[in-house]
């Protein structure tokens, strides 16, 4: 088997290439285009071959994709407030990968698409991940569709993980509003073997992935800071003084980990279908305080930043 991950240097990739190295006879093809976080899966794992790219543009990076059998899509552009590198990221990404896998050996696809798909939200990332899964509606190669919620894990830079890091250099942790908005946060390591599992299946279809344990966003910050013994204060201030911090912010950082936009998403409220996915791709799911131990405390791979 060979099997191609773009994205690869990302959340859910880094979290996922340890299990697919687990797999007897297969081999990996991991694409990113991120400098810093390409070196860094390289040098977490030497054996398989990284490739830096833009699956956006037209490179040699697509004659190694036609050698592939099975296709994991998973780059994405999440945050950020250039409405371009959206387009670029999540749409002529996919189509240019399309293209290199019909004109190669493959046979087999996971795209991971996003529960915002199915939200009330209208933002960028909403937008572009719809689209997204538009373009690989048009593909014909057998395929599971995966739409995961929020997610945490290993490497985590844009989430739970820029949250807890944030605990650490600040003595107050500012929560919009009385923070009772309706989380339900997927552990990346039970995605990663929902991931295995399709690929080992082939079951096709689409599937919403929601984390099995519903949480305030509030409360969710109050377990982060107890696993993490952090010692930083969490206190509730207006939303709309917390709106006019991250438009500042953003005047003097233009990729800030945090947007006004992503702020609204995040007080939206959506509540996301619960389907029984352990038992449809056969995979104990983690309770939620032990994998926020898993995720901040591992010896080795809690350690490891991703850079923006």
């Known amino acids: 088997m060979r099997v191609l991950v773009t994205g690869g240097a990302g959340l859910v990739g880094q979290n996922l290439i340890p299990k697919l190295k687990t797999i007897p006879g297969c081999s990996i093809l991991a694409i ?4 810093r976080n390409t070196q860094i899966l390289r040098e977490l794992h030497p054996e398989i ?6 699956v956006s543009a037209p490179g040699a990076w697509s004659t190694q994709v036609k050698d592939c059998d099975t296709i994991l899509m998973l780059h994405a552009q999440i945050g950020g407030l250039d409405a371009s590198e959206f387009t670029r990221n999540n749409i002529i990404g996919t ?4 293209e290199a896998a019909h004109a190669g050996a493959a046979r087999y696809m996971v795209h991971i698409s996003s529960s915002v798909v199915n939200s ?3 933002d960028l990332y909403t937008e572009t991940k719809k689209a997204q899964e538009k373009v690989v509606a048009t593909s014909n190669i057998p395929r599971v569709v995966l739409r995961p919620t929020l997610m945490f894990g290993w490497f985590d830079r844009k989430h739970l993980g820029w949250l807890r890091r944030f605990m650490d250099r600040t003595p107050v942790f500012p929560i919009p509003g009385d923070g009772r908005f309706l989380r339900q946060p997927l552990y990346a390591g039970d995605f990663s073997a929902i991931i295995q599992s399709a690929m080992t299946s082939r079951i096709e279809g689409a599937y919403n992935i929601s984390g099995l344990s519903k949480v305030d966003y509030i409360d969710l910050i109050r377990l982060i800071r107890d696993v993490t013994k952090a010692r930083t204060t969490i206190v509730k201030i207006p ?5 006019t911090l991250l438009k500042t912010y953003s005047l003097v950082n233009s990729n800030p980990p945090f947007t006004t936009k992503q702020l609204k998403a995040l007080v939206t409220p959506d509540v996301f279908e619960v ?3 352990p038992g449809i791709f056969g995979v104990e799911p983690t309770p ?6 898993l995720t901040f405390n591992h010896p080795s791979y809690s350690k490891v930043e991703l850079a923006f």
């Open 239 to 243: 939303y709309a003084a917390f709106w």
């Open 288 to 293: 939620l305080r032990q994998a926020l131990d």
């Open 49 to 54: 071959d990284v490739v830096e790219a833009d």
């Open 32 to 35: 990113d285009k991120h400098p």
């Open 95 to 98: 189509e240019r990968v399309l």
């Open 120 to 122: 009330a939200a209208v």
């Open 275 to 277: 389907i029984d996915w």
